[in-house]
């Protein structure tokens, strides 16, 4: 199983950036997969969930309406769409497949003037 992220970078605030985690090594579309992120000092916390076929998500507080999870099983990718973007959102996201904590090795957002 791999997961490689990539997308992250510098965006001022009330910006957007789409991560992308492209997936491999496993049946991509017989998962459900999520986004977390860590802050720096800070736990690292959920952000995103996605079912396998991508008929069902959720979201933290903290980003619903301004973030958007979505999947394309047929490239074995799936996406992290941020919009409204805010200094507090500055973290590494990583992609996560729950089913045998798979963890990606994260990429870096900041939000910053």
């Known amino acids: 199983v791999q997961l490689v992220e990539s997308g992250g970078g510098l965006v001022q605030p009330g910006g957007s950036l789409r991560l992308s985690c492209a997936a491999s090594g496993f049946t991509f579309s017989s998962y459900t997969m999520s986004w977390y992120r860590q802050a720096p000092g800070k736990e690292r916390e959920l952000v995103a969930v996605i079912s396998s076929a991508g008929g069902s998500t959720n979201y933290a507080d903290s980003v619903k309406g301004r973030f958007t999870i979505s999947r394309d099983n047929a490239k074995n990718t799936v996406y992290l769409q941020m919009n409204s973007l805010k200094p507090e959102d500055t973290a590494v996201y990583y992609c996560?497949?729950?089913?045998?904590?798979?963890w990606g090795k994260g990429t870096l957002v900041t939000v910053s003037s």
């Open positions: 996560y497949r729950p089913t045998g904590t798979y």
